[in-house]
């Protein structure tokens, strides 16, 4: 597979901008080049400017406006940054092909073809009623468990992993960008999510009562009041057992079976939305609500998950397919199967972490999280990253703390922490890009089984594994991760290093294999022939 960017080394120019202004012209998406030309010609003093009318310059402000607000979801193709769409529709390689369709809804069938639009039919739910099953928790059982109570599964661990488990997710561990999952998840027997779930929603009650199970008859002398965390469970009037009972039916309805879209992912994600927070994430909320909906939303977001993404589905005329239209189909199946675990079938009180809710804390939360798990769908992203960029450009960051656009910026965080794996350190980026490729090339052998088309990098005979991975950091997580910290300055320090430390090992692992292949090519070339080659001759 011949692709252009990964025959150099170093740091890319286009990649490693400092600024979204350092964006070179050409490799500017259309959105950003008409932002930018109405930014001219709205400059007082200008030629242009004292040329317009007064009509004519407030009817072009309604346009920058209209731009900057809505980031332009309508045509997905003029969020693309230049470079991409050339490079797709010339050659097209099949890491441009996945990045199109799986970022921007595009499909590519040859090197003539046309970007078309994707339209965005997603409906968000508001004004539900309430939906509770069995009795409300008792106030007085809730108080008393809220600072003990542990899951059945913290028993389960011998006191050695209790010790590891309860350092990991003490508060400020929990918070840390490399938080190691994989290590917990061994830890805890496959409990990632359960534990990293409860650790996070039910902080602070959650780590004062793993401190306090390992300190036995010895009282603790902290001040409870001093304890960081979110204290949901006080908030919501939520029980830890109904908690803990709610993420254990998520977590053992995601299918473990699948490399990559697992519990695991699920409990990856959710750490590092919780570090996102904290980081400064949290400061453009509008309060507990917008907070607990993005957390949930992480436990959920890909609940079910089939191991056969959207294209698959749409391809194949699956059930959930035709059952959603091909709008969102896997995000729409999460959130009707996480809904459905605790108010189907006349409801389960044992999970319903809703039920001691105000009914507009429901509705909110509820619409929240439905918005934000649809919003987790690639084929977003360009669009999402631009209308982040447009709050920026209108906005100064303290101007958009705690703003009608939190919400906007929350579901940001979700979706990078969705996409984070090659911005994650040491090993564990590679350990997630072989558990992606591992899911792809099922899904590809399927596909060729099926006789369908094998969609994107998912052809284990052509697919190569560093390639994949520079097309992905360089267009789709790096630019998305700088515009992330212009909202969140600690990600300038924290993460965006880790990523051009990733890249530069993805491109010093794809000139090693193109060298070695130019090696065997020159052996072969000054190989001498033998005599059947010369009879053959």
Request: aromatic share 8%.
């Amino acid at each position: 597979m011949n692709v252009s960017f990964a025959k150099s080394s170093g740091k890319r120019a286009g990649v490693m901008m400092n600024s979204m202004s350092e964006v070179s012209g050409s490799n500017k998406s259309e959105w950003e080049q008409g932002v930018a030309v109405i930014q001219d010609i709205l400059r007082p003093g200008t030629a242009a400017y004292e040329a317009l009318t007064p009509d004519q310059r407030h009817g072009l402000e309604n346009v920058q406006k209209a731009l900057l607000g809505a980031g332009g979801f309508d045509e997905a193709a003029s969020h693309l940054p230049m470079e991409l769409r050339r490079s797709a529709a010339g050659a097209g390689s099949s890491v441009n092909s996945y990045l199109l369709s799986q970022f921007a809804g595009m499909q590519t069938t040859s090197a003539k073809q046309r970007f078309k639009s994707v339209v965005n039919a997603n409906k968000f739910i508001t004004g539900l009623r309430i939906l509770t099953g069995g009795d409300r928790d008792s106030t007085t059982q809730t108080k008393h468990l809220l600072w003990s109570y542990l899951p059945p599964e913290w028993d389960d661990l011998d006191k050695d992993a209790q010790r590891q488990v309860s350092q990991m997710l003490a508060y400020e561990s929990l918070s840390d960008w490399g938080f190691d999952v994989f290590k917990l998840d061994e830890l805890t027997n496959g409990n990632a999510l359960l534990f990293v779930g409860f650790a996070v929603l039910s902080s602070p009650y959650s780590q004062y009562a793993m401190e306090q199970s390992l300190a036995g008859d010895t009282e603790l002398l902290i001040n409870k009041d001093d304890l960081p965390g979110y204290r949901f469970l006080k908030e919501f009037d939520i029980s830890p057992k109904t908690m803990a009972n709610f993420l254990r039916t998520i977590q053992q309805d995601y299918v473990n079976e699948n490399a990559y879209h697992n519990s695991i992912h699920a409990a990856d994600v959710t750490q590092s939305v919780h570090s996102l927070l904290t980081m400064g994430g949290e400061e453009f909320s509008n309060g507990e609500i917008q907070v607990f909906a993005v957390l949930l939303s992480a436990v959920i977001h890909d609940v079910g998950h089939p191991g056969k993404n959207n294209s698959f589905q749409i391809q194949d005329k699956s059930e959930i397919a035709l059952q959603y239209n091909d709008q969102s189909v896997l995000e729409n199946m999460h959130l009707s199967k996480a809904f459905m675990r605790v108010f189907g079938n006349g409801g389960n009180p044992n999970i319903n972490i809703f039920k001691n809710m105000k009914p507009k804390q429901f509705s909110s939360i509820r619409s929240m999280v439905i918005e934000a798990v649809l919003h987790t769908d690639m084929t977003k992203h360009f669009a999402s990253v631009n209308l982040l960029k447009g709050l920026m450009i209108s906005n100064t960051r303290d101007e958009l703390i705690g703003t009608d656009h939190s919400w906007s910026i929350l579901q940001f965080v979700l979706h990078l922490a969705d996409i984070s794996n090659p911005a994650k350190p040491n090993s564990n980026f590679e350990k997630w890009t072989d558990r992606c490729l591992d899911e792809f090339f099922q899904q590809g052998d399927e596909e060729k089984k099926r006789g369908l088309p094998v969609s994107p990098l998912c052809d284990r005979d052509s697919t190569e594994r560093a390639e994949s991975q520079i097309g992905f950091i360089e267009y789709v997580v790096m630019p998305a991760f700088r515009v992330m910290a212009k909202f969140i300055p600690r990600v300038e320090d924290v993460i965006l290093p880790i990523i051009e430390d990733n890249l530069d090992f993805w491109i010093l692992e794809a000139d090693r294999k193109a060298a070695k292949a130019d090696e065997l090519e020159e052996e072969k070339e000054l190989k001498p022939i033998s005599t059947d080659d010369e009879e053959e001759l």
